[in-house]
């Protein structure tokens, strides 16, 4: 069965430092794999998708994920972090023609100042 | 600015009360979605529908039920709500069921008591 999942519930860094937020999946065709970013009482806003070709993809507000198919991961990354980047942050993979992504339980970012 | 609309943004109804969420989009994407989000649990699928006049049941459609009358409209009805379906809802849309960027509404905050 199609999984993800998001091994750090929440993750608080101070203002100005790297990010690093995992996504490890399981899949059983080839993935398409998403980042999206929720704001508190807002909808998700798509950061970031992997399709095909190039495994580092880059996306909005100067976030980047890798992808490893040899580990089943796509990390989301930012080298300087911004107060306004405290959100819950959600990795979602999917299948050309599949009717629905699959979501892992979510990150809550804290950011400290 | 092209989209999606959900109402109402919140909602506290009884339990046995039949309750419709309205979701409309302006981006004449075909296929359409409704999630329910849950604490520790992510985003799960209740229906989905790949274009106007079908609909399907996604992971968690029980006590749900959809219409898709018209490509902009999917409202989502609950006959005869319960406690447990005390949840934030998302709509969300794709251009067609073989492209895998969805795009997400606000959402609606319902209590059920």
């Known amino acids: 069965a199609q999984s993800v999942t998001q091994p750090d519930i929440h993750i608080t860094v101070s203002e100005g430092a790297s990010l690093e937020l995992r996504c490890n999946y399981s899949?059983?065709?080839?993935?398409?794999l998403f980042w999206y970013v929720q704001s508190p009482g807002q909808g998700l806003q798509l950061l970031l998708k992997?399709?095909?070709?190039?495994?580092l993809v880059q996306g909005i507000k100067g976030f980047e994920a890798e992808f490893k198919r040899s580990q089943s991961s796509f990390n989301l990354r930012k080298p300087s972090v911004h107060w306004s980047d405290a959100a819950e942050y959600f990795c979602?993979?999917?299948?050309?023609?599949?009717?629905?992504?699959?979501f892992g339980q979510g990150t809550r970012l804290t950011i400290n100042p | 600015i092209a989209g999606i609309t959900q109402a109402p943004t919140s909602q506290i109804l009884a339990a046995g009360r039949r309750m419709t969420l309205r979701c409309t989009q302006d981006?004449?994407?075909?296929?359409m979605y409704w999630y329910r989000q849950d604490l520790g649990l992510g985003l799960r699928l209740i229906h989905y529908?790949?274009?106007?006049?079908?609909?399907g049941k996604g992971e968690v459609p029980d006590g749900y039920s959809v219409s898709r009358a018209n490509t902009d409209d999917f409202p989502l009805t609950l006959a005869s709500a319960v406690p447990s379906q005390t949840s934030v809802y998302f709509c969300?849309?794709?251009?067609?069921?073989?492209?895998?960027?969805?795009?997400f509404g606000p959402g609606t905050r319902l209590t059920v008591l």
């Open positions: 969300a849309s794709r251009r067609d069921s073989n492209t895998d960027t969805q795009y």
């Open positions: 899949y059983g065709a080839t993935p398409y």
């Open positions: 992997y399709f095909s070709g190039d495994t």
């Open positions: 979602a993979v999917g299948a050309r023609g599949a009717q629905k992504l699959v």
């Open positions: 981006m004449r994407h075909n296929a």
């Open positions: 529908s790949n274009t106007a006049g079908t609909t």
